[in-house]
């Protein structure tokens, strides 16, 4: 409302009449005595405080702390040993396992190639007898149809002779020239 009426409003500090020629009081010469002991005893008293009770405890707290540390890298390194160890025995056991797995595989590989090759001479020898049997059948019917051939091509050149000629050839003759025709072509 003052504002708005255009006045202003003026404030006094009023200081008591002794107080305003002595300055700061802090930095009084009269003063400075008093201050330094009381800085003094403020001093020792913080200084003996730190030094029995707060540092102590520090200390106290800090050595906890290193000795809780130190306890944790040890079991951390006997944990580490121990996994180590473990590590090692589960590589040792998985070689182990892998050099019987070998072992027996390689075995059983060398069993079945034996059986195999048993079974493959003895299915070759039936093979090879099968094949001269079937051999001696197949000399045996080429021999009869070279007969039957011999017989067939005697009476064929014969009845062809006749045919053409009109008149019947010998027997012998036929025979003799049908040979010699068939041991030039080598049937």
Do not use: C
Request: proline share 3%; aromatic share 4%.
């Amino acid at each position: 409302m003052a504002q708005e009426s255009g006045q202003h409003i003026a404030t006094q500090e009023h200081v008591p009449a002794g107080e305003h020629g002595r300055g700061f009081p802090p930095f009084d010469s009269h003063s400075f005595p008093s201050q330094l002991l009381w800085l003094a005893l403020t001093f020792a008293t913080l200084y003996l405080l730190m030094a029995r009770v707060a540092l102590p405890r520090i200390a106290s707290i800090l050595e906890q702390r290193r000795a809780r540390i130190a306890d944790d890298i040890a079991a951390a390194q006997r944990h580490k040993e121990q996994s180590d160890a473990v590590l090692a025995a589960h590589e040792k056991t998985l070689t182990e396992a892998r050099s019987r797995a070998q072992s027996l595989a390689n075995e059983t590989r060398a069993r079945a190639s034996a059986e195999a090759e048993a079974r493959r001479k003895e299915v070759d020898a039936k093979l090879n007898l099968q094949i001269a049997e079937a051999e001696k059948a197949i000399a045996a019917t080429r021999a009869g149809a070279m007969r039957n051939v011999r017989g067939i091509a005697g009476e064929a050149a014969g009845a062809i002779v006749e045919r053409l000629t009109g008149t019947a050839p010998a027997k012998g003759d036929v025979e003799q020239a049908v040979r010699a025709v068939l041991d030039r072509s080598g049937a």
